[in-house]
């Protein structure tokens, strides 16, 4: 069983902050480092070593309705990932698996 840190913990997210009108600018978008929620039952932490920018992306920027939801505006993008299980309790998925 792993043990909690007892320091506050952050993340780094990319949070969408205007609907971008043609090419996405920087402003469109924000680098926001938020607080770790605490990691609950049944669930593992991931370190993101790698995040997949790709084109669908555009069009949820934008809010168009496709086979994709759109981002929501002052929330966190999402994106395909590969990490590292930081935190576990699950040996099926133990500390330093990459997911």
Do not use: F, Q
């Not at 009108?21 to 480092?33: A, F, K, Q, Y």
């Not at 992306?57 to 590292?84: C, K, N, Q, S």
């Amino acid at each position: 069983m792993s043990t909690h840190p007892t320091t506050t913990a952050t993340r780094l997210e990319w949070v969408l902050r205007a609907r971008p009108s043609g090419r996405p600018r920087p402003s469109d978008v924000e680098l926001v480092d938020s607080p770790l929620a605490e990691r609950g039952p049944d669930r593992v932490r991931v370190r993101n070593l790698v995040m997949s920018v790709e084109p669908y992306m555009r069009g949820r920027m934008g809010g168009e309705a496709t086979y994709a939801e759109p981002y929501a505006l002052g929330e966190p993008m999402l994106a395909p990932t590969v990490g590292i299980v930081t935190e576990s309790d699950d040996p099926a998925l133990p500390v330093g698996a990459h997911v």
